[in-house]
């Protein structure tokens, strides 16, 4: 059953805030004031003659009026209005333009377009959107840039406005005119893939791009080719003078303003990305973009290769697969809004694109003319039909015999052939719901073991914050140890200076080195170097003096050669002590004979004698 589309009930009225208002002033999107309208008090957009809705977050994303033709033919193609396509998938087409002028060296290219790029409806809880209904992905089996797309860009639905719509010389065709409630319709346009003849002239550019995004230290990645853009201030969606390649600075006819501060440009690009405040915003490609300053090499084939546009102003109805939702994406949330929208990262459509339904059966439609700026394009190009699947009214007819006998019989043919359409639809259904039904199983198990992966990686990350304690405490210790031993250092620096104004005060000289340099220690070495000398000098002067006093004291003994010998002199075997005191002893009595004889007594001497 088709998802219901909110049609005209999605539109509210314009909320730009003058946060927003300040930085499209600061990037002035476009060169012409009239250019860009701002809505009043209207909650369903009615721009005026030449004007379509866009939203800011367009605009930031490298939309500028006029409208890139390379854009113009997307449009055509894919039968869609700019309302219809997410901010992402604008980033995505403005990338794509920035890699083929700048680091490919070409025109933007169609048929390397189809080999990179689909698209698919987007919707959630069985509505599909109006509003950002079609989202720009990335093929599976292709590799191609990271860009790093935010899940979520929020509230974008609430910020439209009016961009008047021009014709310069090299683009004949206006994109449709707006309408708010029109259904986006499957086309089969959106899954179209290059030729065989296109992927062989497209090979080189292939090649490229892989180079590119592979090449050691020099790789490229969106968020560069995003920064970059951003940063000459140059819109890759706006129809210019010259192509990017032939970019010549600051005085670019092309430039919209002035260069923008290091941090209004990481604000810009983390806003529409996926950047955080800690990553890094590249100021600089690793590879170096084409430009007047680097210009293309010699012999250089430029290309081109755009969307095909309608011949003579009117074209054919296109080949439309089917009304309903043909594949739902996970939202690109708004945080405050009524519904999501698109995610547009690569990751999230590579499932989506994958599990998409399976086409319905294609319906005749009326062979209708239409001229442009009457209607929204509604189909693929000429390029994209193939004769095998298309059938006209007429051809049908001329295969059914009941159509003129039995009108109804017919009908109820056709009815019938729709019914065996529809029904192995259902069974196509049935099986992309096993399918999804598997995957889910599969992935409730890896989240089983990552739940418990969990749960040991908790056990080994305290493990692991005991041995940071452990590394810690131990770093800690050793910078203790550094401080005292720096402290140890610092201290016999002191000491060492200290000693040497000592002696440069009581020597009244200082000292030179031969090679003198900056070295406190080796300093102090010299210090004590003439100290020793100084030492020596008066060792020498006492040896000197002591060969010539020792004959003086000790005539007739021998000079000793060491201190202990010399000793030895003072420390003969026999009691000096002892023979001082006898000596004395005798002289004393010696001395008293003599006074008892002076004094002429008589003196019994023999009683003397025994006096002890």
Same mark, same amino acid.
């Given at each position: 059953?088709?998802?219901?589309?909110?049609? *005209?009930?999605?539109? @509210?009225?314009?909320?730009?805030?003058?946060?927003?208002?300040?930085?499209?002033?600061?990037?002035?999107?476009?060169?012409?004031?009239?250019?860009?309208?701002?809505?009043?008090?209207?909650?369903?957009?009615?721009?005026?003659?030449?004007?379509?809705?866009?939203?800011?977050?367009?605009?930031?994303?490298?939309?500028? *009026?006029?409208?890139?033709?390379?854009?113009?033919?997307?449009?055509?193609?894919?039968?869609?209005?700019?309302?219809?396509?997410?901010?992402?998938?604008?980033?995505?087409?403005?990338?794509?333009?920035?890699?083929?002028? %700048?680091?490919?060296?070409?025109?933007?290219?169609?048929?390397?377009?189809?080999?990179?790029? %689909?698209?698919?409806?987007?919707?959630?809880?069985?509505?599909?959107?109006?509003?950002?209904?079609?989202?720009?992905?990335?093929?599976? #089996?292709?590799?191609?840039?990271?860009?790093?797309?935010?899940?979520?860009?929020?509230?974008?639905?609430?910020?439209?406005?009016?961009?008047?719509?021009? %014709?310069?010389?090299?683009?004949?065709?206006?994109?449709?005119?707006? #309408?708010?409630?029109?259904?986006?319709?499957?086309?089969? $346009?959106?899954?179209?893939?290059?030729?065989?003849?296109?992927?062989?002239?497209?090979?080189?550019?292939?090649?490229?791009?892989?180079?590119?995004?592979?090449?050691?230290?020099?790789? &490229? $990645?969106?968020?560069?080719?995003?920064?970059?853009?951003?940063?000459?201030?140059?819109?890759?969606?706006?129809?210019?003078?010259?192509?990017?390649?032939?970019?010549?600075?600051?005085? #670019?006819?092309?430039?919209? $303003?002035?260069?923008?501060?290091?941090?209004?440009?990481?604000?810009?690009?983390?806003?529409?990305?996926?950047? $955080?405040?800690?990553?890094?915003?590249?100021?600089?490609?690793?590879?170096?973009?084409?430009?007047?300053?680097?210009?293309?090499?010699?012999?250089?084939?430029?290309?081109?290769?755009?969307?095909?546009?309608?011949?003579?102003?009117?074209?054919?109805?296109?080949?439309?697969?089917?009304?309903?939702?043909?594949?739902?994406?996970?939202?690109?949330?708004?945080?405050?809004?009524?519904?999501?929208?698109?995610?547009?990262?690569?990751?999230?459509?590579?499932?989506?694109?994958?599990?998409?339904?399976?086409?319905?059966?294609?319906?005749?439609?009326?062979?209708?003319?239409?001229?442009?700026?009457?209607?929204?394009?509604? +189909?693929?190009?000429? *390029?994209?039909?193939?004769?095998?699947?298309?059938?006209?009214?007429?051809?049908?007819?001329?295969?059914?015999?009941?159509?003129?006998?039995?009108?109804?019989?017919?009908?109820?043919?056709?009815?019938?052939?729709?019914?065996?359409?529809?029904?192995?639809?259902?069974?196509?259904?049935?099986?992309?719901?096993?399918?999804?039904?598997?995957?889910?199983?599969?992935?409730?198990?890896?989240?089983?073991?990552?739940?418990?992966?969990?749960?040991?990686?908790?056990?080994?990350?305290?493990?692991?914050?005991?041995?940071?304690?452990?590394?810690?405490?131990? @770093?800690?210790?050793?910078?203790?140890?550094?401080?005292?031993?720096?402290?140890?250092?610092?201290?016999?620096?002191?000491?060492?200076?200290?000693?040497?104004?000592?002696?440069?005060?009581?020597?009244?000289?200082?000292?030179?080195?031969?090679?003198?340099?900056?070295?406190?220690?080796?300093?102090?070495?010299?210090?004590?170097?003439?100290?020793?000398?100084?030492?020596?000098?008066?060792?020498? #002067?006492?040896?000197?003096?002591?060969?010539?006093?020792?004959?003086?004291?000790?005539?007739?003994?021998?000079?000793?050669?060491?201190?202990?010998?010399?000793?030895?002199?003072?420390?003969?075997?026999?009691?000096?002590?002892?023979?001082?005191?006898?000596?004395?002893?005798?002289?004393?009595?010696?001395?008293?004979?003599? &006074?008892?004889?002076?004094?002429?007594?008589?003196?019994?001497?023999?009683?003397? +004698?025994?006096?002890?």
């Amino acid at each position: 059953m088709a998802a219901p589309d909110l049609g *005209a009930s999605e539109w @509210e009225r314009s909320k730009i805030s003058n946060q927003d208002t300040n930085l499209m002033k600061k990037l002035v999107l476009m060169k012409k004031k009239e250019a860009l309208i701002f809505p009043s008090e209207e909650s369903f957009p009615t721009p005026p003659i030449q004007y379509r809705v866009s939203f800011v977050d367009h605009l930031i994303r490298g939309l500028s *009026a006029p409208i890139h033709e390379f854009l113009r033919g997307l449009l055509f193609v894919y039968g869609l209005q700019l309302h219809q396509l997410t901010p992402n998938s604008i980033l995505h087409v403005s990338i794509f333009i920035t890699l083929c002028e %700048c680091f490919l060296g070409t025109q933007p290219n169609w048929a390397l377009w189809k080999r990179i790029f %689909c698209l698919r409806r987007n919707g959630s809880h069985n509505i599909a959107y109006n509003i950002g209904g079609v989202v720009i992905y990335v093929r599976p #089996d292709v590799e191609y840039f990271d860009v790093k797309f935010p899940d979520s860009v929020q509230g974008w639905r609430k910020r439209w406005l009016y961009v008047r719509e021009e %014709c310069s010389d090299s683009q004949e065709y206006n994109i449709a005119p707006f #309408d708010g409630s029109a259904k986006i319709l499957r086309r089969r $346009s959106w899954d179209a893939e290059a030729t065989e003849e296109e992927k062989t002239a497209t090979e080189a550019l292939m090649k490229r791009i892989h180079e590119l995004q592979n090449t050691r230290g020099k790789e &490229l $990645s969106g968020i560069q080719i995003t920064a970059y853009f951003l940063r000459i201030r140059v819109q890759p969606l706006q129809a210019r003078k010259n192509p990017m390649w032939m970019y010549a600075g600051q005085k #670019d006819v092309d430039r919209l $303003s002035k260069n923008l501060s290091v941090k209004d440009l990481e604000k810009l690009v983390r806003r529409i990305s996926s950047l $955080s405040k800690k990553d890094p915003v590249p100021t600089s490609c690793r590879v170096e973009p084409y430009s007047g300053a680097h210009a293309l090499p010699q012999n250089h084939q430029v290309t081109s290769s755009l969307p095909p546009l309608p011949e003579g102003g009117e074209v054919d109805d296109r080949d439309i697969v089917a009304d309903d939702v043909q594949g739902t994406s996970r939202p690109e949330s708004e945080v405050a809004g009524s519904h999501k929208s698109v995610a547009s990262s690569e990751r999230e459509t590579d499932s989506g694109a994958s599990e998409s339904m399976p086409s319905l059966p294609s319906a005749a439609s009326p062979k209708n003319k239409r001229k442009r700026d009457e209607v929204a394009d509604s +189909g693929t190009s000429k *390029a994209d039909e193939s004769p095998a699947e298309e059938t006209s009214p007429e051809e049908e007819e001329a295969f059914n015999p009941y159509n003129d006998a039995l009108p109804l019989m017919g009908q109820f043919i056709r009815l019938g052939t729709q019914f065996i359409g529809y029904r192995d639809t259902v069974d196509n259904l049935k099986e992309a719901l096993a399918k999804a039904n598997k995957r889910a199983d599969d992935l409730a198990l890896k989240l089983e073991q990552s739940e418990k992966a969990r749960e040991k990686a908790e056990l080994d990350a305290a493990s692991v914050e005991s041995l940071r304690k452990r590394l810690h405490d131990a @770093e800690t210790a050793l910078s203790d140890n550094t401080t005292q031993q720096l402290a140890r250092e610092e201290d016999i620096i002191a000491r060492l200076e200290s000693q040497n104004r000592r002696f440069v005060r009581r020597m009244s000289q200082d000292f030179e080195l031969e090679k003198p340099v900056d070295d406190r220690l080796l300093d102090a070495l010299s210090l004590l170097e003439i100290h020793g000398d100084e030492v020596r000098r008066g060792i020498s #002067d006492a040896k000197t003096a002591f060969s010539r006093l020792f004959p003086y004291f000790f005539p007739k003994k021998e000079q000793p050669n060491t201190f202990a010998a010399f000793t030895k002199h003072f420390l003969p075997e026999e009691d000096l002590g002892l023979n001082l005191r006898q000596e004395n002893l005798k002289i004393g009595v010696e001395g008293t004979i003599a &006074l008892v004889a002076e004094s002429q007594q008589n003196i019994d001497w023999a009683k003397v +004698g025994e006096v002890k």
